[in-house]
Nanobody, 123 residues
Framework: QVQLVESGGGLVQAGGSLRLACAAS????????MGWFRQAPGKEREFVAA????????WYADSVKGRFTISRDNAKNTAYLQMNSLKPEDTAVYYC????????????????WGQGTQVTVSS
């Protein structure tokens, strides 16, 4: 299995920024993509953002558009999530995942998951 290593979570004040990173130890594929999901207490895991390894194409949930930016470094097999203008509503455990297929926003398209990193935004 592909192993994913996350970093960058923490505690920030509202309006602040964090940058999450997710490194994949296994081989990447031309048709694969890296995504970010989050899960807040009492809520289901939801899609946040994703990017394909082979292009600059990216997708965002409506709740984070204009504030979050996903990027990738193919040489390092690493995806990043730059989170700006953070809100208390962004507080959640953030998971990175590696997937493939057609439906990049669908949880079921992802085969490998990281352990998650806590992001807490205080008001």
């Amino acid at each position: 299995q592909v192993q994913l290593v996350e970093s960058g979570g923490g505690l920030v004040q509202a309006g602040g920024s964090l940058r999450l990173a997710c490194a994949a130890s296994g081989r990447t594929f031309s048709d694969s993509f890296m995504g970010w999901f989050r899960q807040a207490p009492g809520k289901e895991r939801e899609f946040v953002a994703a990017v394909r390894w082979s292009s600059f194409s990216s997708w965002y949930a409506d709740s984070v558009k204009g504030r979050f930016t996903i990027s990738r470094d193919n040489a390092k097999n690493t995806a990043y999530l730059q989170m700006n203008s953070l809100k208390p509503e962004d507080t959640a455990v953030y998971y990175c995942a590696s997937g493939s297929g057609l439906y990049i926003e669908y949880l079921g398209s992802y085969q490998f998951w990281g352990q998650g990193t806590q992001v807490t935004v205080s008001s």
